[in-house]
């Protein structure tokens, strides 16, 4: 059975809350991704299931700042689910979503070398190894793909 994919509501918060920590293997994540995504970015943000489960959740929005950008703040695929394809489908729906805007960007942790293979696999760049980023001693990869 393939998982469908549709968008967030204020609903699916709770039971992302409840994995997230665990999907990041004992991360404490949770924090970082607040309901607001599951209220006021519902059209950019999507949550994938599999037999009325969660497996998969993708939370961005297209920029205020910067008319032809897009950001994804948070995706998470559950462990049992990597590698099926269901993250790059997570990410299309967003490209389709905040189209007609050619960049999108994300930001991971150094540590997460995982994160910054998949980013690569689905055609991200690494843009730059910002070292204070989220602050003193708070270093992140800039990651890039360029939609056009």
Known sequence: ??????????EDFRAVQ???????GGRQM?????????VHFRDTSFVAERGGRIVGFLCGF???TFADEAYVHFVGVDPAERGSGLGRMLY??????VAPRTTVRAVTSTV??????F????????????EEYDGRGEPRVLLVRRLA
């Open 1 to 10: 059975m393939d998982a469908s994919i549709r968008h967030a509501e204020p």
């Open 18 to 24: 409840a994995v997230i920590d665990e999907w990041w």
């Open 30 to 38: 949770a924090a970082m991704l607040p309901k607001l995504f599951f």
């Open 62 to 64: 297209r920029s205020q």
């Open 92 to 97: 299309e729906r967003f490209f389709a979503a």
């Open 112 to 117: 997460n070398e995982r994160s910054v293979a």
């Open 119 to 130: 980013h690569r696999a689905i055609g991200f760049e690494v843009e730059r190894i910002d």
